[in-house]
């Protein structure tokens, strides 16, 4: 099992960048893909990005395709999302997940078997 806290949310204006950072605690963090997802008030949660066990490969949304970079630090236990050229539609509580299928970036909410507790990104226009 895995535990994972996000950080690195806050207000900024359109157009400005943040690093969200997800540290995780418990099993081997490198034996789990991880993702970002997000969901704004009265929609549903969607996907952001994905990453791999080892980094090499990464999967994003069309929506933040270009502006947001997914990373991993596997001696650190932790994941981050730079995003960049934030828009006001960007904001949303942003969670991390993990799944044990290593391997995979896949995009399904359902393949996570471990979430965050959320950040807070607001986007000012």
């Known amino acids: 099992q895995v535990q994972l806290v996000e950080s690195g949310g806050g207000l900024v204006q359109a157009g400005g960048s943040l690093r969200l950072s997800c540290a995780a605690s418990?099993?081997?963090?490198?034996?789990?893909?991880m993702g970002w997802f997000r969901q704004a008030p009265g929609k549903e949660r969607e996907f952001v990005s994905s990453?791999?066990?080892?980094?090499?490969?990464?999967y994003y949304a069309d929506s933040v395709k270009g502006r947001f970079t997914i990373s991993r630090d596997n001696a650190k236990n932790t994941v981050y999302l730079q995003m960049n050229s934030l828009k006001p539609e960007d904001t949303a509580t942003y969670y991390c997940a993990a799944r044990t299928t290593a391997w995979s970036i896949r995009a399904d909410i359902q393949g996570y078997h471990y979430w965050g507790q959320g950040t807070q990104v607001t986007v000012s226009s």
């Open positions: 418990g099993r081997t963090f490198s034996s789990y893909a």
């Open positions: 990453i791999n066990w080892s980094g090499g490969n990464t």
